[in-house]
């Protein structure tokens, strides 16, 4: 659906895309994570050639991206991280708007509409202005303005910055929907459990590079981290350190703000391990947590830096 | 037609504001032209200017000189008293003091001699009286050398016959100048406040945050959307401009629709509506956001019809000031407004001077054009 080949864009002296690669399925909601400024809008940029690239190329649904190439722009759904849409219309007449770029036929037009104002739950503000819409409800909006006209293809660059927990969940099961109804989706974010939570492949960004790409348990595979092992404590002396890294699974131990963070790689026995370590050395521990290896742990294993620094 | 009819809903939000500015239009134009209205040739007469006279002469030259300034001024004869004649002046009972001497026809008619007078000062009524004064003097004078007497000087003067005065009637309306022409004269105020706001509205709405690039990345092309945008930025100018003609016609009937100049003030009306376009695409493409849009306007709108004689008559402007608004379109449009009130049949030489105005107007809106083809080709780099 989406190939993107050594894509390369400079801003000056800053490289903002530096051999970047891409392969999006048909079918399939693919995520694209990296941090603030890591070029995933960069990249939905030149994917919708709204910017020019130094060197590269991107070709959708087979054929060669192009300002002018309408038969392709035709087929995409764009949802902007700043929300695009015109304060001066209602909701109703946005939506329409916006279909209105894609379909002509009017009658087909208001079926596609009224399909995108429920699928987005914006029932109750037909003639509502956006300056009069919560957050959530205006990135609801700004939804439904990119998919009325049913594309095969969606790009969602970061559709739930700044928004409340109840709108998010909405949106990520609408985008699920879609996915269902057969459009294929590209989701930018920073936050890993959104890419997580719906993605079926995903590429981890940083510095315009694609660092990492495959389904979320191939990502998790490729590191060492098998299991992160956290147990509540108010003191570890040296010696409790040093016989904690001496396990064999252990590669990496760290007491910050109260609590002992032990990361393991992948075996069998390291949490029974770590507690009959610390009842040997009379510690007291209150709360313990064995969770599982996140994106955040491949993202901070392969940069040695954390998704959110 | 998805961004033409956009253009339309949004000009449909503002229809309260065109309202308004219509109103202020209409209420200035109507105002105005009860303030200025003029009572044309037929009423021409002389200024009057009160005139104390103290005469210590008494004689017939001196009767002839008062029975002179009596036919244009009005006469009160004072008593010769300093404190008396300085109240006289301060209150303005008179605006101008003679003193006839004793032996008046002596001294001042066969003698080189001067009349004692006083004026207040700074005033138009000392030079106008004292020409009326000198004028009474050379003719006595050349009468008394031809040896007329003191009685017979004063009866030639009295018989003397008065310049007529004779106005030409060049606008062929008697000197009135139509209703129409004080409402042509301040559409400019109208046009470039109503297109300017409600299209740098527009423009400031499509313009606004990442919307231009979602419109880009749509599946309409640039070249269409910008079409789109051209006609319905053209139907809404349109529009007001059929708005006002209709409403100068309804409310000046025939002696608009009659006016020899009727089709002159149209296509000077349809330049300044193209000014007025030009000026509203550069200001939409250079505003960031609705208040300042609204301050620019003001400035625009408000300062080109103070500075090019929309509010002031160009006559009136200082000299500099006319020399700068030369700079300005909208000097031309009243410089042609002017041509046409002032001349009323359009003669060869005064159409040539009409068609430079409005040419002059088309080129501005073409410069405009320019400057924000520059301007939208650097934003976009």
């Known amino acids: 659906m989406v190939q993107i080949e050594n894509l390369v864009k400079r801003y000056g002296d800053v490289i903002a895309l530096d051999h970047f690669n891409l392969q999006v399925r048909e079918g399939e909601i693919f995520g694209l994570l990296g941090p603030n400024g890591s070029g995933k809008t960069t990249a939905i940029g030149c994917m919708l050639a709204l910017l020019k690239f130094d060197r590269g190329s991107v070709r959708i649904m087979g054929e060669e991206m192009a300002p002018d190439n309408y038969r392709v722009k035709r087929q995409i759904g764009v949802v902007m991280q700043d929300v695009a849409v015109f304060e001066e219309l209602s909701v109703y007449d946005n939506i329409d708007y916006f279909c209105g770029l894609y379909v002509s036929d009017r009658k087909r037009r208001r079926e596609l509409v009224e399909d995108a104002i429920r699928f987005v739950g914006l029932e109750d503000y037909r003639k509502t202005y956006p300056k009069k819409l919560s957050g959530g409800l205006l990135r609801r909006l700004n939804i439904a303005c990119g998919i009325a006209h049913r594309p095969k293809l969606i790009i969602l660059d970061e559709p739930t910055v700044a928004v409340d927990p109840q709108s998010r969940n909405r949106i990520l099961e609408g985008i699920c929907e879609l996915n269902r109804q057969g459009s294929t989706i590209v989701y930018t974010s920073h936050y890993m459990e959104e890419v997580e939570q719906i993605c079926t492949r995903i590429t981890i960004m940083d510095h315009g590079r694609s660092i990492a790409s495959g389904t979320k348990e191939e990502l998790k595979r490729m590191i060492k981290t098998g299991e992160t092992i956290s147990v509540e404590t108010g003191m570890a002396e040296e010696r409790l350190m040093n016989r904690l890294g001496s396990l064999p699974p252990v590669f990496d131990v760290k007491y910050e703000e109260g609590m002992l963070v032990v990361r393991c790689t992948r075996s069998e026995g390291s949490l029974v391990s770590i507690l009959k370590i610390l009842q040997e050395e009379n510690i007291p521990f209150g709360r313990v947590y064995s969770e599982p290896p996140t994106l955040n742990d491949v993202f901070l294993e392969i940069t040695g830096k954390a998704l959110r620094d | ?381």
């Open chain 2, 1 to 381: 037609m998805t961004v033409f009819k956009a253009y339309m809903k949004i000009t449909k939000k503002n229809i309260w504001l065109i309202v308004m500015y219509l109103a202020i239009f209409y209420g200035l134009t109507i105002m105005f032209q009860q303030f200025t209205a003029t009572d044309g040739l037929s009423d021409y007469r002389a200024e009057s200017v009160p005139v104390g006279i103290v005469d210590r002469d008494g004689g017939a030259a001196a009767e002839g000189l008062i029975d002179y300034l009596g036919r244009s001024n009005r006469i009160v004869l004072v008593e010769d008293d300093t404190e008396s004649l300085q109240e006289h002046l301060f209150y303005r009972d008179v605006e101008y003091i003679v003193r006839i001497p004793e032996n008046f026809m002596e001294r001042c008619i066969l003698g080189s001699g001067t009349l004692d007078v006083t004026a207040v000062p700074d005033t138009y009524a000392g030079y106008y009286i004292g020409q009326q004064i000198s004028s009474y003097i050379n003719f006595a004078s050349v009468y008394a050398a031809a040896g007329f007497t003191e009685k017979e000087i004063a009866k030639a003067m009295e018989t003397r016959e008065e310049a007529e005065v004779v106005l030409h009637d060049f606008s062929g309306n008697g000197g009135d100048a139509p209703g129409y022409t004080y409402y042509f004269r301040y559409l400019p105020f109208l046009l470039l406040s109503v297109i300017c706001y409600v299209l740098g509205y527009i423009l400031l709405a499509f313009h606004r945050g990442k919307l231009r690039d979602r419109m880009r990345a749509s599946a309409v092309s640039a070249h269409r959307q910008n079409l789109e945008g051209m006609a319905a930025a053209g139907v809404i100018s349109l529009a007001l401009w059929a708005v006002c003609i209709l409403t100068s016609a309804l409310i000046y009937g025939k002696s608009f629709l009659e006016s020899p100049g009727l089709y002159y003030y149209l296509l000077n009306s349809f330049a300044l509506l193209v000014v007025s376009l030009a000026v509203a695409w550069l200001i939409g493409m250079v505003v960031k956001d609705s208040n300042a849009l609204s301050g620019i306007v003001n400035v625009v709108g408000l300062g080109m019809c103070f500075l090019c004689g929309v509010f002031v008559e160009q006559d009136l402007l200082g000299s500099a000031v006319r020399r700068a608004a030369q700079f300005f379109p909208v000097y031309w449009y009243e410089y042609v407004n002017n041509l046409l009130t002032e001349s009323g049949k359009v003669l060869e030489n005064v159409r040539a001077e009409i068609f430079r105005g409005i040419g002059i107007q088309f080129l501005f809106a073409a410069a405009l054009v320019c400057v924000t083809m520059v301007i939208v080709k650097r934003k976009a780099v």
